[in-house]
């Protein structure tokens, strides 16, 4: 049985198609649809051109990086292969989807995003009367506009020096560019809820004086009502603070972090660390209304040099920018010193 994947024509401008990626590319010119009820059902575009090359990339018995390479069409794959495994180690281990409440796509480096900042008036929950004006809630665009980073890494190598390594080898330097760029996306998105994106809404700073304790922290949780303190961000040092803390102790909180790998605290709150934190500093934010992630597109690689097996330079890039949302649902504490609140 023939199927439409095995004559499908590969070629480099497939990647250069105004804001449409490689990967839908090939969906909308084999729609994965007309698999079902066949053995590729559960195959996408890209993964049914790996099959019909016979590119294994994973296990002990992946292919050399030169199998790419042994024809024109199947070198087209090979940028794609490298966009894959990249965005894959920067979404593997990474805690930007527990930090942010949504992630937008955007098709440019300026954006401008949205907010409600309601008075204390606004924030009662009044009865309505009958006949009665019912409380309204403003939503309004931002006055300045938050700015998209470009991240990336340079992949420097020689392909005389990769052709004859393993895939499955070569996947686990890729996974480390993906997660060096995530790092540096965390760094802007811990920037973003420190100091604002801009529009004059930094993170209230609450003030702490001297060692750590559950009663500083019990306060901080206190000040966040309409909102949750669900999630506490904290650099090595602070975590070190907290687990000294005898309410940390508990044998369930241990029970818990051996058998799902996450730590919550006793307010309930998901306790992430990350050496992208400045020293200590703790945030507390409500997960679900603190942070919007805007993402410009998939991750991007240099697809003419890779197709060509330059590779001595070829850019890896991510572009991702942050917007605060309700600006009461982040707050920041410097430990160890006054903070101006």
Known sequence: MSYHFENLRLEKGMYGRGGTSFAKTLEELDPSEGYRGTPLEGLDAFQRQLKRFGIHVKGADSDPVEKFFHTTESSVLFPEFVSRVVRQGLEEGGILPDITATVTKFDGMDYRSIASIPTEEEKKLLQVAEGAAIPETSVRTQENLVKLQKRGRMLVASYEAIRFQRLDLFSVTLRQIGAYIGKMHLQDAIKVLLEGDGNENPAEAVSHSGALSYDALLEFWNKFDPFAMNTLLV?????????????????????????????????????????????????????????????????????????????????????????????GASKAMKLGAEVQS
């Open 235 to 327: 650099g090595g040092d602070t975590m070190l603070e907290l687990l000294r803390l005898k309410e940390f102790q508990n044998p369930l909180t241990g029970l818990n972090f051996q058998g799902t790998g996450t730590l919550s605290t006793p307010l309930g709150a998901k306790l992430l660390r990350t050496s992208a934190m400045p020293a200590g500093t703790l945030i507390g934010l409500d997960k679900r209304y603190a942070l919007e992630q805007v993402v410009g597109g998939e991750v991007m690689v240099e697809y003419d040099k890779l197709i060509d097996r330059q590779l001595e330079r070829a850019a890896i890039t991510s572009i991702s920018g942050f917007a605060k949302l309700f600006t």
